[in-house]
């Protein structure tokens, strides 16, 4: 059982809303900023367009920048950027492709008309100055778990509705909102090559994993993570020719259902905490010298 692992993080609503599966300790890249203090987050989360620059994803998942970055089209044929106000609707001209063509296998499915599109990155990624810990290299996504009835949303109402929320006892299991369509969504979503991982709540993993009657390998992608009871995120691996962008760690081998059935457990029956445990570190903002060298020339990019 991964009881240490349920008791660090059952402060399930003290999560950002998209932080996702940590990563294995990494080197830092080495930097021309070494002596940069200044906090990266104040600087990206301001600038209002992408580089002209040659597109690429440029570091980590969570410690990262892109260059050449496109805007998702605000509503397309099969989809919506919701949240607009955010400016978070930029991506890598792959990442804009996957959603487009995803977004055409959901509107497939019976009683939809496509998907909602959450934050994507801002337009030369980096730290944001809210939420998400990832999403700073242009290849993360989030899907809204919402049903894609409508797509003539207009600005106003895509600030003010939210998405369904999935989950029933603490996200443990799915409500009797979950339907097989949504489950055949990820399913399309994780079969694409171009996807790394998807990340969403427990209770969801272990309701495909009880519903898969065939091939299983796409479930090795999905994993489990608190706060996306909402959407899916979806992480892309780097992109061919992106020497810059650092990969994450492949899934463990297997459907990763057992590991699922844990941390379900784990939410049911809360292990008792830790009192050895030392108190945890506060985290300190990522500065600039944090960063790959290459961020200072996004940044500086018209």
């Known amino acids: 059982m991964i009881r240490p692992l349920a008791a660090a993080l059952l402060g399930f609503g003290l999560l950002a809303a998209c932080d996702s599966e940590p990563p294995a300790p990494r080197a830092v890249i080495s930097s021309q900023n070494a002596d940069d203090s200044r906090i990266a987050k104040k600087l990206f989360g301001h600038v209002p367009t992408g580089s002209s620059q040659r597109p690429e994803s440029i570091g980590f998942y969570s410690k990262g920048c892109q260059a050449g970055a496109v805007q998702l089209p605000e509503t397309g044929p099969t989809w919506q950027a919701m949240r607009l106000s955010r400016n978070r609707n930029w991506a890598q001209p792959e990442t804009i492709d996957f959603l487009q063509d995803l977004s055409r296998e959901a509107a497939k499915l019976p009683g939809w008309n496509g998907i909602y599109v959450g934050d994507l990155s801002q337009p030369r990624g980096g730290p944001m100055l809210t939420g998400h810990a990832s999403h700073q290299t242009g290849i993360d996504a989030d899907i809204w778990l919402r049903r894609t009835d409508r797509l003539d949303l207009s600005r106003a109402e895509r600030e003010a509705i939210s998405s ?4 029933a006892r603490g996200g443990a299991y799915a409500n009797d909102s ?19 991982r998807i990340f969403i709540f427990p209770g969801a993993k272990v309701a495909m994993c009880d519903a898969e009657t065939g091939n299983r390998d796409w ?4 994993r489990p993570w608190y706060g996306h009871n909402t959407h899916f995120h979806v992480r892309l691996n780097c992109l061919p020719g992106d020497a810059s962008c650092e990969p994450q760690d492949p899934p463990p081998p297997g459907d990763g259902c057992e590991q699922a059935r844990e941390w379900q457990a784990n939410i049911l029956n809360p292990p008792a905490p830790d009192p050895d445990a030392p108190p945890p570190k506060p985290k300190r903002e990522i ?13 500086a990019s018209e």
């Open 164 to 167: 369904t929320n999935m989950q």
């Open 219 to 222: 479930l090795r992608k999905v």
């Open 287 to 299: 500065t600039m010298a944090d960063l790959p060298g290459q961020c200072a020339s996004v940044l």
């Open 178 to 196: 979950w339907t097989p369509e949504h489950m055949a969504l990820v399913k399309a979503a994780a079969s694409d090559p171009r996807t790394a």
